[in-house]
Structure formats: structure tokens, C-alpha cells
């Protein structure tokens, strides 16, 4: 399995922002699609956004398109998720995960077969 980290997460009032980076350890992350999950208390991890390796093209979950964007950053072997206008709502442990299988990335998390460990972000005032 290949190893990924999160971080960036942490405690913001509503509004605010947080950037969350996903990073690889023992392989080149632009080589795979790359997608952000989420998992709040009681839910299903649901897909966040992710992007794809073949051509960069990204995907976003309806309810943060506008807000979030995530991005590559080859040099540094990381992937980005920026999250603006925060919302409570977003309250999740947010996850990376890497597919190893297909170079298009689709927002649907059967399709990755290697996670992080998540990292916790909370959106309260």
C-alpha cells in the first residue's frame, strides 16, 4: 500500500479557512488520482473532491463546490485541499486517498485503495 498523511486540520470559526495537505511517502503522487474524503460522527465517508492524474481535471462534491479547491504541488509530492467559508456542516475527519487503478479520478471512495489517517477538522464558533 502506498503511505499518505494528512494535515492542516484543526479547530475554525465559521467563515474561516483551513488548508489541508496530503502528503506521499515512498511514491510520486502525481503518478495517481488523488481524492479528499470526509467522515462526520454517525455518516458514511463521503468524497470531497478529488483530481485526477492523467490531465489534473478536478471534481467537487455539490455542497463545496466554490469553497474548497484542491490542487498538486509535484515539487513538494503533496496534494492540497483549500477550504474557505468554512461552514459547521464541513465538521468531519478529512481523509486522502490514492487510486492506484484508474488515472481519472471519480468521486466515489470504492475506487481508492490506499488511505491516510485522517485529520480532524471542526468548524464551530
Known amino acids: 500500500q502506498l503511505q499518505l498523511v494528512e494535515s492542516g486540520g484543526g479547530l475554525v470559526q465559521p467563515g474561516g479557512s483551513l488548508r489541508l495537505s496530503c502528503a506521499a511517502s515512498?511514491?510520486?503522487?502525481?503518478?495517481?488520482?488523488i481524492g479528499w474524503f470526509r467522515q462526520a460522527p454517525g455518516k458514511e465517508r463521503e468524497a470531497v473532491s478529488c483530481?485526477?492524474?492523467?490531465?489534473?481535471?478536478?471534481y467537487y462534491t455539490e455542497s463545496v463546490k466554490g469553497r474548497f479547491t484542491i490542487s498538486r504541488d509535484n515539487a513538494k509530492n503533496t496534494v492540497y485541499l483549500q477550504m474557505n467559508s468554512l461552514k459547521p456542516e464541513d465538521t468531519a475527519v478529512y481523509y486522502c486517498?490514492?487510486?492506484?487503478?484508474?488515472?481519472?479520478?471519480?468521486?466515489?471512495?470504492?475506487?481508492?485503495?490506499?488511505w491516510g489517517q485522517g485529520t480532524q477538522v471542526t468548524v464551530a464558533s
Open positions: 486517498a490514492a487510486d492506484s487503478v484508474w488515472n481519472v479520478c471519480v468521486l466515489w471512495k470504492d475506487s481508492y485503495d490506499s
Open positions: 515512498g511514491f510520486t503522487l502525481d503518478h495517481y488520482a
Open positions: 483530481i485526477s492524474s492523467s490531465d489534473d481535471s478536478t
